[in-house]
């Protein structure tokens, strides 16, 4: 099983910026350069929400339509990290941040949940007005 820490997250106020990092270690983080990794977000009394995602070498990248043009999802399979620069926060935005890694080899990417078997702890961002 991978182990998938994020970081980065707080406090911004609206118009800013935060670089959401997700670190993969354990004894199979080497598949992480072959799975596709995506982010996700969820707010209390909601469901978990799709953000984006990357397939294996970063060649194919997927947006949320209310992302879209503002974050941007990267990866370094060196580092087995995933990153989400988010940029033009808004207070809709705050949310606790997840990674996944998929269940399926990364030539593509994945916007459903039920396609990750692998989640972090979730990072807090918190957008203000």
């Known amino acids: 099983q991978v182990q998938l820490v994020e970081s980065g997250g707080g406090l911004v106020q609206a118009g800013g910026s935060l670089r959401l990092s997700c670190a993969a270690s354990g004894r199979t983080a080497n598949v992480f350069n072959v799975v596709s990794m995506g982010w996700f977000r969820q707010t209390p009394g909601k469901e978990r929400e799709f953000v984006a995602c990357i397939n294996w070498n970063g060649a194919t990248t997927s947006y949320a339509d209310s992302v879209k043009g503002r974050f941007t999802i990267s990866r370094d399979n060196a580092k087995t990290t995933v990153y989400l620069q988010m940029n033009g926060l808004k207070p809709e935005d705050t949310a606790l941040y997840y990674c996944?890694?998929?269940?399926?080899?990364?030539?593509?990417?994945?916007?459903?949940?039920?396609?990750?078997?692998?989640w972090g702890q979730g990072t807090q961002v918190t957008v203000s007005s």
């Open positions: 996944a890694k998929s269940r399926q080899y990364g030539r593509t990417c994945y916007q459903a949940i039920g396609d990750y078997s692998d």
